[in-house]
């Protein structure tokens, strides 16, 4: 079943380019990879979601390279808006147990700083 | 937009109590999701539900019951609260097929077991 890492946090100054990576070694070829944004005391918001190649939005950009064991979410030009916790979210689907897994990393927290 | 609710934002119960938590999706959504949320261990599932009286054990579904009577609400139930279950609670809902979809949060409800 697929795990993610992600780093715990990451530091950056307002107007640069932010890229923050998952690794989802075991991830398995139905499942599509999905961020989302939470802000403190808020429910986590969709960012941005893809399969392989790379997609973008308005609001960012998601690169994941042939293997897919691993997607790199990219936001152009911070700002201090965008100091949030990211998460990755890879699948869901039987553990096979009788139980289903849905795989949320622990989150990467970005502080954007003046 | 899609509005998901949740009943409280704060609650405060003893050990024993059985605690209800509610939630409300107003889009016609046919996946609803329970979630719990505790530093450092980011968003972990307790259980889902694809359709009306449907329901599915996630990660952690121990000490813990759901109910899908209406395709709008899925109640999440702790029969017996324990100090341990202390927790931010999120609920989801979301449309399309598993793994694939996006999921729209609520804002949560802070529970606190004395």
């Known amino acids: 079943l697929a795990k993610t890492t992600q780093p715990i946090s990451m530091d950056s100054y307002e107007g640069q380019e932010v890229n923050i990576t998952c690794s989802h070694n075991n991830i398995a070829t139905n499942d599509y990879i999905t961020w989302y944004q939470q802000f403190p005391s808020q429910g986590p918001r969709f960012i941005i979601q893809?399969?392989?190649t790379k997609v973008t939005n308005e609001v960012a950009s998601l690169f994941i390279p042939a293997d897919r064991k691993s997607s790199t979410l990219s936001l152009p030009r911070v700002s201090l808006s965008d100091t949030a916790v990211y998460y990755c979210?890879?699948?869901?689907?039987?553990?096979?147990?009788?139980?289903?897994?849905?795989?949320f990393g622990k989150g990467t927290k970005l502080s954007v700083i003046p | 937009d899609v509005k998901v609710t949740q009943s409280s934002r704060y609650l405060v119960k003893r050990t024993g109590e059985k605690v209800f938590l509610e939630c409300v999706q107003d889009?016609?959504?046919?996946?609803m999701f329970w979630y719990r949320q505790d530093p450092g261990l980011g968003l972990r599932l307790i259980y889902f539900?694809?359709?009306?009286?449907?329901?599915e054990k996630g990660d952690i579904p121990e000490g813990y019951s759901v109910s899908r009577e209406k395709k709008e609400r899925f109640s999440l139930i702790l029969e017996s609260a324990s100090t341990n279950q202390t927790s931010m609670y999120l609920c989801?809902?979301?449309?399309?097929?598993?793994?694939?979809?996006?999921?729209?949060f609520g804002p949560g409800t802070r529970l606190l077991v004395l």
């Open positions: 889009m016609d959504h046919e996946n």
């Open positions: 979210l890879v699948g869901l689907r039987s553990s096979g147990a009788g139980s289903y897994q849905l795989t």
């Open positions: 989801a809902s979301s449309l399309v097929a598993l793994g694939q979809e996006t999921q729209y």
């Open positions: 539900s694809y359709d009306v009286k449907m329901k």
């Open positions: 893809g399969y392989k």
